[in-house]
């Protein structure tokens, strides 16, 4: 699977948005992008992923560069709930495919 | 989404003995379970996956001897540490992926804290 590049941290104010940035300059044609965040104490907790079309759901907003060299995930209104490490993974469709986690981004959300 | 629950949510045991984490998956069928270890301020790491009625496929590195998996039925999935040391002591979560989920979401448990003492 291909690996993926993350900022190691990053803040935001509560209720403006916060755009994490993801690079998988290496992905490949039937790899997907997920994203997956981990609240302290706590298992993952799916967000949200896509193939090369933008998504959204009532998470967040998923956008996928055209190459599909890096991603974006958008969380709109960012909530002090939203402070976790936030971790965006490549996985094939496979179903003996993997999620192999890197360090993830930790966000933190501010008043 | 899915739910997967483990059991329990915490352990504390003595060097020299052994551990049993349950995960099940409570409202869809896991063909496909995964077990990860989780060490203070580390990421996840993947030990090994476990499709039902098959051996488990430890990753590099983890004890298939010491880390008894058995994957029995769609909807359970159990992780026994055997002889448990202190150096045992993690954060050790289950995840799932149901039948239809070839690209679609792999669920995970909220975890089990084991301290070996």
């Known amino acids: 699977d291909a690996k993926t590049t993350q900022p190691p941290s990053m803040d935001c104010a509560e209720g403006r948005a916060a755009n994490l940035p993801c690079n998988h300059s290496?992905?490949?044609?039937?790899?997907?992008v997920y994203w997956y965040r981990q609240i302290h104490s706590q298992g993952p907790q799916y967000i949200i992923h896509g193939l090369k079309n933008n998504e959204t759901n009532e998470m967040a907003s998923l956008i996928i560069t055209e190459d599909r060299k890096s991603s974006t995930l958008i969380l709109p209104h960012a909530t002090l709930r939203d402070t976790a490490v936030y971790y965006c993974?490549?996985?094939?469709?496979?179903?003996?495919?993997?999620?192999?986690f890197g360090t993830g981004t930790r966000l933190q959300v501010t008043l | 989404g899915a739910v997967v629950s483990q059991h329990p949510s915490w352990v504390i045991c003595k060097s020299g003995t052994s551990v049993k984490i349950e995960c099940r998956s409570l409202?869809?069928?896991?063909?496909?379970m995964f077990w990860y270890r989780q060490f203070p301020k580390q990421s996840l790491m993947l030990m090994a996956t476990?499709?039902?009625?098959?051996?488990?496929?430890?990753e590099q590195g983890v004890e298939k001897d010491k880390f008894l998996i058995n994957h029995a039925s769609l909807t359970l999935s159990t992780l026994t540490v055997t002889s448990a040391h202190p150096e045992d002591s993690s954060f050790y979560i289950c995840?799932?992926?149901?039948?239809?989920?070839?690209?679609?979401?792999?669920?995970f448990g909220p975890g089990t804290r084991l301290t070996v003492t």
């Open positions: 476990s499709n039902e009625g098959s051996k488990a496929t430890y």
């Open positions: 409202d869809f069928q896991a063909t496909t």
């Open positions: 993974i490549v996985r094939d469709s496979g179903t003996a495919s993997k999620l192999t």
């Open positions: 290496t992905i490949s044609g039937n790899e997907y």
């Open positions: 995840s799932a992926r149901g039948r239809l989920a070839g690209s679609g979401e792999q669920y």
